[in-house]
């Protein structure tokens, strides 16, 4: 997982320390073609709402980035987590990230729900994107251009 986070965002945004708890008390998807591990993401629940969930981190390894997978990858554990009886997901995104801020908003639905100035540090800001599961309907029906090139083995829940 150290590889492909470094490999999709050209640092470590994960740690050998955040993947414990990650693992231990988060929900990870994963994305396996070819019995190896092409991309991961990773959900927490919020602490005072059980049936609310952040995305920590989704990526997807450098030759496997614009096929489709990181679309078919959120879709899955989207699904899975409306399924399970979430009922929202909470993400933060770079406002100056187009490509990210399309296919979370105009592709999966997800809204602004509210702009944090310096979040990160001072002038990293974050647009704070949430998607209502109750009212989100998944499935490649309704999300066409989410299909992803041929994988092999498929997705897998940890």
């Not at 704070?128 to 309907?137: A, D, G, P, R, S």
């Amino acid at each position: 997982m150290l590889e492909i986070d470094y490999d999709a965002f050209d640092e470590n945004l994960l740690s050998n320390w955040s993947l414990v708890p990650y693992l231990r008390y988060g929900h990870i998807f994963g994305l396996f073609a070819c019995n190896s591990l092409k991309g991961f993401a990773i959900f927490m629940k919020e602490w005072d709402n059980p049936k609310f969930a952040y995305l920590v981190e989704i990526a997807i390894e450098k030759e496997s980035q614009e096929k489709g997978y990181g679309c078919h990858l959120l879709l899955k554990s989207l699904a899975h987590l409306k399924n399970n009886g979430l009922s929202s997901v909470f993400l933060t995104v770079d406002p100056n990230n187009l490509r990210a801020r399309h296919i979370y908003c105009d592709k999966f639905g997800f809204k602004l729900a509210e702009y944090r100035k310096n979040e990160y540090g001072q002038g990293r800001d974050r647009m704070f994107l949430q998607l209502n599961l109750e009212n989100w309907t998944p499935g490649f029906s309704e999300h066409t251009s989410l299909e992803p090139e041929p994988l092999g083995e498929g997705f897998m829940e940890e």
